[in-house]
């Protein structure tokens, strides 16, 4: 159900485990089981081997996604976001936060916020406050979205795919994100100011891309040494696709008029136009058909 690593800071030599989250007797429609674990690993041999240290049972239905922060565990479980300790004989719980919406889908640390994917209400940038042991949310989303992953690109960026087979890279505002860094709170006093159930603060969707398929993985990687870094996605149906970032107007300007005579020149063959595919639920936004503008040389 999810897959994690984690480094506890001791005194003794480094070691690395490996956290997953099972289910016993699995059911959908509703999501329940009839037990959840956390079993965590000792890596051994560079990674060549793995021996269990124990397994923890956790409440609340299956656990949804795991990660590792500053040595501790964040575990999901439907909506309730846990912060565990690892422990001699079992993980020990430490802190819990229950107030996210509906089902929590993706667990991700950018430094010490913790960015959120929910199944249905998109994405919450969380802190953790150790002098009080709290979980607080200082930033959300204006609109839903049916998360299925997350991808971080830098300190206040990060891609979101969903369900219905849509792209988003989403930014928390340079001047916001100051402001929470520099203040003595991390956010916090901010975060107890929101109105209507929301954050005090929002995050601004700066590309939007309609894929057509739901993306199940992401991932930052160069196709080539010393190549250009690109985002590579996988989806349900099988399908591996690339994001290419432009390094020059110059480029992004040619290939959006080249995209634009495309849709006139070529039209698809379905007959369907190709900006409103590209636009099935959010209007496409600073994004260029790549599979469109392959077809120039035909």
Do not use: W
């Given at each position: 159900?999810?897959?994690?690593?984690?480094?506890?800071?001791?005194?003794?030599?480094?070691?690395?485990?490996?956290?997953?989250?099972?289910?016993?007797?699995?059911?959908?429609?509703?999501?329940?089981?009839?037990?959840?674990?956390?079993?965590?690993?000792?890596?051994?041999?560079?990674?060549?081997?793995?021996?269990?240290?124990?397994?923890?049972?956790?409440?609340?239905?299956?656990?949804?996604?795991?990660?590792?922060?500053?040595?501790?565990?964040?575990?999901?479980?439907?909506?309730?976001?846990?912060?565990?300790?690892?422990?001699?004989?079992?993980?020990?719980?430490?802190?819990?936060?229950?107030?996210?919406?509906?089902?929590?889908?993706?667990?991700?640390?950018?430094?010490?916020?913790?960015?959120?994917?929910?199944?249905?209400?998109?994405?919450?940038?969380?802190?953790?406050?150790?002098?009080?042991?709290?979980?607080?949310?200082?930033?959300?989303?204006?609109?839903?979205?049916?998360?299925?992953?997350?991808?971080?690109?830098?300190?206040?960026?990060?891609?979101?795919?969903?369900?219905?087979?849509?792209?988003?890279?989403?930014?928390?505002?340079?001047?916001?994100?100051?402001?929470?860094?520099?203040?003595?709170?991390?956010?916090?006093?901010?975060?107890?100011?929101?109105?209507?159930?929301?954050?005090?603060?929002?995050?601004?969707?700066?590309?939007?891309?309609?894929?057509?398929?739901?993306?199940?993985?992401?991932?930052?990687?160069?196709?080539?040494?010393?190549?250009?870094?690109?985002?590579?996605?996988?989806?349900?149906?099988?399908?591996?696709?690339?994001?290419?970032?432009?390094?020059?107007?110059?480029?992004?300007?040619?290939?959006?008029?080249?995209?634009?005579?495309?849709?006139?020149?070529?039209?698809?063959?379905?007959?369907?136009?190709?900006?409103?595919?590209?636009?099935?639920?959010?209007?496409?936004?600073?994004?260029?058909?790549?599979?469109?503008?392959?077809?120039?040389p035909s």
């Amino acid at each position: 159900m999810g897959l994690a690593a984690l480094s506890p800071s001791t005194k003794g030599p480094q070691e690395t485990f490996l956290a997953v989250g099972t289910a016993q007797g699995l059911r959908y429609l509703p999501t329940d089981c009839e037990a959840a674990y956390i079993r965590v690993y000792r890596v051994l041999d560079s990674g060549r081997r793995l021996e269990l240290l124990h397994k923890t049972q956790t409440e609340g239905g299956p656990v949804g996604a795991v990660a590792g922060y500053k040595g501790r565990l964040l575990a999901s479980s439907g909506p309730v976001l846990r912060l565990y300790e690892l422990g001699k004989k079992k993980l020990l719980r430490k802190c819990e936060y229950k107030k996210l919406p509906v089902n929590i889908m993706s667990l991700q640390v950018q430094g010490s916020r913790i960015i959120v994917g929910d199944s249905q209400e998109s994405v919450h940038l969380m802190k953790y406050k150790k002098a009080e042991n709290i979980f607080y949310i200082f930033a959300d989303d204006t609109m839903p979205r049916f998360v299925t992953s997350i991808l971080p690109l830098d300190f206040d960026t990060f891609a979101v795919g969903d369900k219905f087979g849509n792209l988003t890279v989403l930014r928390l505002p340079a001047d916001i994100s100051a402001q929470v860094e520099e203040d003595p709170t991390g956010g916090k006093l901010a975060a107890s100011t929101g109105k209507l159930n929301g954050a005090p603060h929002k995050l601004q969707a700066i590309t939007n891309f309609h894929i057509g398929d739901t993306i199940t993985a992401m991932q930052r990687a160069a196709l080539q040494p010393g190549g250009q870094e690109v985002i590579v996605y996988g989806t349900v149906m099988g399908a591996i696709g690339v994001l290419y970032p432009f390094s020059s107007k110059e480029d992004a300007d040619f290939f959006t008029h080249l995209e634009m005579h495309l849709r006139q020149e070529h039209p698809p063959l379905a007959g369907r136009d190709h900006m409103a595919f590209r636009s099935a639920y959010i209007p496409v936004k600073d994004c260029v058909d790549g599979d469109l503008c392959s077809q120039y040389p035909s």
